[in-house]
């Protein structure tokens, strides 16, 4: 057989019935967004978000079905809840309905940190606040979402591989108080991750799902930068509580935090606020300070985006160091100046989680 071809499979999944109706999912107008790579298929199942639940079994049937055709070799299908123009069984319009992401076992909330682009220091960010969360008597855990760049390993000290459970779920590493799982866990630290995005997007549901977490009250999320495959997994997939977003004070890096923002925006994803990083500098000798990269810009950005201000962190060498070092100065100075800056901005973040869990349910999309 040659190469696999859009009409292939939407002719494959005609054979797919949709029970409520008794039609095919092709007649129905419930596939949208297909796309096919290299024998790497992707395709929406769009459905009412009251039937979220029922329909992951559609959604399992469609992906097995697809993935058992010759040339293909690997499926990812996701349910959305935006209706088209052209679906079958058009109704009036109603509220938008919380539709149910798969839950992680054992795990209360997760929050994700978040960048529009590289070099902000946004994993130095997220080590820090989930010790600050820790420090408040809060079980935490965090995932390296960073495929293409895990830093946490390195940040946290931690080396070696993670054990199973059963031979099924991996264990996380533990350090500082911390509950961790990475890439860089399982491939040498110099080898480059050469991943299409449907690669990407099943290691990080294996990441999130495929965990022994235990109990956590939060499980904090290391994103890699932008918006990206990574990025649109882990929003539209994952139960996110809410999201932060790291940037620093200059205007390019804002335009790009922006970027950020509008794709949670656009996925139904909490904002809890913006973090101002690297905001000025303050002299290890002198104690002068100057604001190499302007400030108050992320102040003034969510000021505008009706956001929350969660704080700024200076450009210091100590965070810095200790960060390389793999022993984060929230961990190992807990009383100092930075530590404090992080353990308030955690503060914050604590508050906005419990302020959501004690909604009925945040307004998710079905992925």
């Known amino acids: 057989m040659g190469t696999i071809t859009e009409q292939d499979i939407l002719s494959h999944l005609a054979r797919i019935i949709e029970k409520k109706s008794g039609k095919d999912i092709i007649s129905l107008g419930m596939v949208s967004g297909l796309a096919v790579k290299d024998g790497n298929v992707a395709f929406a199942l769009e459905i009412n978000p009251a039937d979220a639940g029922e329909m992951e079994v559609l959604r399992k049937e ?27 069984a058009p109704q009036k319009p109603a509220p938008k309905q919380p539709a149910q992401k798969p839950e992680v076992p054992g795990v209360a909330s997760i929050i994700a940190v978040a960048s529009g682009k590289g070099g902000v220091g946004k994993s130095t960010c997220a080590v820090n606040i989930a010790l600050g969360l820790a420090a408040q008597g809060l079980s935490v855990g965090m995932l390296d979402a960073d495929i293409y760049g895990p830093s946490l390993p390195r940040m946290l000290g931690l080396s070696g591989k993670p054990d199973t459970v059963n031979g099924k779920k991996l264990k996380p590493m533990e ?35 495929e965990v022994e977490w235990g109990e956590l009250d939060v499980l904090v999320v290391d994103m890699p930068p932008g918006t990206g495959d990574a990025q649109l997994t882990m929003a539209q997939r994952v139960p996110l509580t809410g999201a932060i977003v790291v940037s620093t004070p200059q205007d390019i890096a804002l335009l790009d935090a922006r970027k950020g923002l509008n794709m949670f925006k656009k996925v139904d994803v909490p904002v809890f606020g913006i973090v101002e990083n690297m905001s000025y500098f303050l002299c290890p000798s002198c104690g002068d300070r100057s604001e190499i990269f302007g400030h108050g810009g992320a102040r003034e950005t969510a000021a505008e985006l009706n956001l929350d201000f969660l704080g700024e962190v200076p450009l210091h060498m100590e965070i810095r160091e200790t960060s390389d070092a793999g022993t984060p100065i929230t961990a190992t100075d807990p009383d100092g100046v930075h530590a404090t800056i992080y353990k308030a901005i955690s503060e914050k973040i604590q508050l906005k989680i419990e302020e959501s869990l004690a909604l009925e349910g945040p307004a998710f999309i079905v992925e």
């Open 175 to 209: 350090k500082w108080g911390l509950k961790v799982m990475s890439m860089g866990f399982l491939v040498e630290e110099d080898t480059p991750m050469i991943w299409r995005g449907p690669m990407v997007m099943s290691a990080l549901q294996q990441m999130v799902f």
């Open 62 to 88: 469609t992906e097995h079905a697809v993935y058992g055709m010759n040339g293909v070799k690997s499926v990812s299908v996701v349910l959305t809840a935006e209706k088209s123009s052209q679906s079958a």
